[in-house]
């Protein structure tokens, strides 16, 4: 049985209970010691983000070849069209190679919190919401990505990682669960250990004099 956190991020807080620049951390909403956050949300992205101290799940909850699936809310400028919803879908030219193809498609909601500081809004130009759901984590993919097909992001809220979501959390509120890890292959088990060695064994060996 290991323990997972979830805490609903607020803007322009880091995604790390240290900083030595007087920056808002995770530190001011839980105080849990040992734990690390599975996975990177940005300073200025809000919502889930998953935190443990069990090394195993932070690999499973943060490593792309589980292709765990991460649901985002996104306010973009303009009104997207379908051509770029189905650009996303396919896969967009990123500077490192092209994206896995991607669940996207407009969704009809309230704003879900007031941010402070507010988004940026133009007059002239509206603004909507699409849901993208993405299985990797590359460096600012999915404000990469909505860029690249012609519409910036203004407002990024990870929804949901996997089956956990932020459903019935405000901003800076959390919840433990406890979860159950389903045994990896021997193959796949084998992989993790040798990555926390870099390939090599455990225990050091002896120097040869």
């Known amino acids: 049985m290991s323990s997972l956190y979830l805490l609903n991020k607020p803007f322009n807080v880091l995604p790390t209970f240290t900083d030595d620049q ?51 809310w996104v306010q ?38 007031p941010r402070t500081p507010p988004i940026r809004e133009r007059k002239n130009i509206p603004t909507c919401w699409i849901e993208l759901i993405i299985s990797e984590g590359r460096n600012r993919q999915v404000r990469r990505m909505t860029a690249a097909v012609g519409f910036p992001t203004l407002r990024l809220i990870r929804y949901a990682v996997g089956e956990w979501s ?13 979860v159950t890890l389903t045994p990896l292959p021997k193959r796949a088990t084998h992989s993790y250990k040798n990555r926390r060695t870099n390939g090599r064994p455990s225990s050091p060996r002896p120097r040869r004099r």
Do not use: C, M
């Open 22 to 72: 007087g920056r808002d951390t995770l530190a001011q909403f839980i105080d849990v010691p040992q734990i690390y956050a599975a996975g990177r949300l940005d300073y200025d992205s809000e919502g889930l983000l998953v935190l443990t101290s069990d090394g195993e799940l932070q690999h499973r909850l943060a490593h792309p070849k589980f292709k765990l699936p991460k649901t985002y």
């Open 166 to 178: 932020i459903d019935g959390l405000a901003p800076g509120e959390w919840r433990k669960l406890d």
């Open 76 to 113: 973009i400028e303009g009104n997207i069209t379908e051509e770029a919803l189905e650009q996303l879908r396919k896969g967009v030219y990123l500077k490192e190679g092209i994206t896995r193809p991607a669940k996207a498609k407009i969704i009809q909601i309230d704003e879900p919190w």
